[in-house]
């Protein structure tokens, strides 16, 4: 790892099934993410993804490079709420290498450009 390198997750497509699902694996039963009429309601055109699923997926950008137990840090910002049957794609940038560990930028965007999620993480790098 070298700072410049990209790993980059293009994410399934966020249907109502997926949405759905998440929120009874995740026990997130809020209305925004499964109930249109309860959206329409109080002026929200659509359900929307749980920000929790986005970080999902970058924990998955995370996870199928390196092994859990080599994560150090994970934290993320929400900024953009991820709407239904979009298609995000995780990136994570080594930003710095230093003491072993790994330093990356996280980014969720959404195919119009829309940043939904910035974050950053540190991992145990091999020698």
Known sequence: ???GDTLILAAPKITRSTLALYA???GDHNPV???LDACRAVGIPDVFAHGMLSMAYLGRLLTDRFPQER???FEVRFSAITPVNSTPTC???VTRVQDGLA???LTVTLPDGTVTLTGSAAVTIER
């Open 24 to 26: 009874g694996a995740s």
């Open 103 to 105: 330093h990356l930028d």
């Open 71 to 73: 994560i150090r840090s």
């Open 33 to 35: 993410h499964i109930d």
């Open 1 to 3: 790892m070298q700072p």
């Open 91 to 93: 990136t994570g940038t």
